[in-house]
């Protein structure tokens, strides 16, 4: 089916009551995805019209089980049905969900077959990031600009309200599919989490299939369901990060990248993109590939996203990058342009007449899809209970949504028109003295202790190899040797203090080179964790040169090679 088509179809749940298989009316496809097609709608009740509303018709696959295709549509149901009830904001929300027979046109009795499951949410008026990105390609930088530290924080909050809820009893879920087409772009600069349909509830039980997109999944989805975790939903988050940042997906089939020699045989999932521009940058590149990293304990914690994402807006605005629409700086410092007022209704609302309204709103549908429409800036629906975020709104005519880097092809939404405001820069200072800097200078990014914590743990096990042979050695010098085992044991305290100290000055060393001469940004001590283990290891090799049958044993083996 064509993507925007005037449709005149009806569908509603299996009921006794005849009226209600047509109480929902589906006015335009507005999108397929691979699980199921997307319309714009309205409910009809006693022949008066409600306002647009999105419904969403989930495909069986006929090479599953019907029960195990029900079951799994139940359970992103209910889990996004419990995250409205909880009031978490920042994503779409659910009003209706339903068991019934297919879409048929008005009046007549539908197919009779099996029931299909139906989502109805309400109607989002703006175009999700992949589509605001692609709209803005080619376009002169400035103007009104996508607020990207706001857009950031919001889907932070929200994994925040997902992976650790603050209700009692709460169970943490996993969105799955995080992802720029499953982030909308409003008119206020708002953004919200679509698409949950493959939401879990983060229970080994619940868990039994996996979604992945292969520009901005995770590969711990290759590993099965016991590897996915909070750690898969903050991969997504960096897929976002990094759209925002470069206009790319992060990620691109192996056998096709060109990274010079090739592995014989390239692991089944994406590997990161060597972006051109983030080459030069790779105190940038660096921090945009800790939330990608392959292994999930090496990614920042959801509780981390905030500060990482703090020292991101800071080398963001440091790099000089093109502009790809989204706007850098602080929400409460940009000077960009505010919708102001609320959402024009897309048709007048006092007619009485049904159908006549619905023709209204697919031919302002047809307009805005074919670009008629002048570059205004277009308005949200009422704001869910979530914070208000500081962000300008989109501007630009609308543009078919682009395949490129995408799996699946997602649903797109219809811009609405309104009017704007530019909020005026200061006037001139009259008596001539320079400018005062007021914006208080930006601390130094220093990770959370939570953060630092699990950046010393990366690489133990080089220390623990290193120490279990030191210790092993150690073992057999102290059992050789005459005497009390006091001052062996001692000895070896004084080993592994020495280790520590060569462990700390390594980290003193990688932070003022590394991080203060070069602006890189460490995510593991695996370089101080091996000079570590290899002082160990040193240590351990020399106790055993003090083992007198060792030794012996050792020039009777060099004898016999010599």
Not at 47 to 69: C, L, N, Y
Not at 438 to 465: C, D, F, N, S, V
Not at 522 to 547: C, D, M, P, Q, W
Request: hydrophobic share 40%; with cysteine; proline share 9%.
């Amino acid at each position: 089916m064509t993507q925007g088509a005037l449709l005149d179809l009806v569908c509603g749940p299996a009921s006794p009551l005849p009226e209600t298989f047509q109480r929902y009316r589906l006015v335009a496809h507005l999108g397929s995805g691979g699980q199921a097609d997307v319309y714009r709608a309205v409910r009809i009740c006693g022949g008066v019209t409600s306002a647009p509303m999105t419904v969403k018709v989930f495909r069986i696959d006929p090479q599953r089980p019907i029960a195990d295709e029900l079951r799994s549509w139940d359970k992103g149901d209910a889990a996004l049905m419990d995250l409205n009830n909880r009031g978490v904001g920042g994503i779409c929300r659910r009003a209706d969900g339903f068991y019934g027979p297919p879409p048929h046109r008005p009046g007549e009795r539908p197919a009779p077959g099996d029931a299909v499951p139906y989502q109805v949410y309400d109607y989002l008026h703006g175009v999700n990031l992949r589509e605001y990105v692609a709209q803005r390609s080619g376009m002169a930088p400035g103007g009104t600009r996508l607020n990207a530290v706001a857009a950031l924080k919001t889907l932070s909050s929200v994994l925040q309200a997902l992976h650790h809820p603050q209700q009692s009893g709460a169970t943490a879920v996993l969105h799955m599919d995080v992802k720029p087409s499953n982030v909308m772009v409003l008119a206020t600069g708002e953004v919200r989490l679509i698409d949950f349909t493959g939401a879990r509830y983060f229970r080994e039980e619940e868990i039994t299939q996996i979604a992945y997109t292969p520009e901005s999944g995770g590969p711990e989805a290759f590993g099965g369901v016991k590897q996915v975790g909070p750690a898969y939903d903050v991969h997504g988050f960096g897929a976002v990060a990094y759209f925002m940042v470069t206009g790319a997906y992060p990620r691109v089939d192996g056998r096709t990248d060109q990274r010079g020699p090739q592995e014989a045989s390239p692991p089944p999932w994406n590997v990161l993109r060597r972006h051109p521009l983030l080459e030069r940058l790779p105190a940038l590149r660096d921090h945009l590939h800790a939330p990608l990293a392959d292994r999930p304990s090496e990614r920042p914690e959801t509780r981390e996203l905030p500060g990482w994402l703090a020292h991101l807006a800071e080398l963001v605005r440091r790099s000089g990058l093109p502009d790809v629409g989204c706007d850098w700086v602080e929400p409460d410092g940009s000077e960009t342009s505010r919708a102001i007022g609320r959402a024009r209704p897309s048709v007048a609302g006092t007619e009485t007449d049904a159908y006549q309204r619905i023709e209204r709103l697919e031919r302002e549908l047809v307009a805005l899809r074919a670009g008629h429409t002048a570059p205004t800036a277009f308005y949200a629906a009422p704001p869910v209970s979530a914070p208000p975020v500081s962000a300008p709104p989109v501007s630009g005519a609308p543009v078919s949504p682009g395949a490129s880097g995408v799996a699946v092809s997602e649903a797109g939404v219809p811009q609405m028109r309104g009017r704007a405001r530019v909020v005026p820069r200061p006037a001139p200072d009259p008596t001539g003295m320079m400018p005062i800097d007021t914006e208080p200078e930006r601390p130094m990014y220093r990770p959370e202790p939570g953060e630092r914590a699990r950046t010393l743990r990366i690489g133990w096990e080089l220390t623990g190899t290193g120490a279990f042979i030191a210790f092993i050695c150690w073992g057999l010098w102290a059992l050789d040797s005459d005497g009390s085992l006091t001052g062996p044991f001692i000895a070896f305290l004084v080993v592994l203090a020495v280790a520590v100290g060569v462990f700390a000055l390594t980290r003193l060393v990688g932070r003022l080179v590394l991080e203060q001469r070069f602006g890189r940004v460490r995510r593991s001590a695996k370089g101080a964790h091996a000079l570590t283990g290899l002082f160990l290891a040193a240590a351990g090799i020399a106790y055993l040169r003090e083992v007198g049958w060792f030794v012996q044993f050792w020039n009777w083996l060099t004898g016999l090679s010599g």
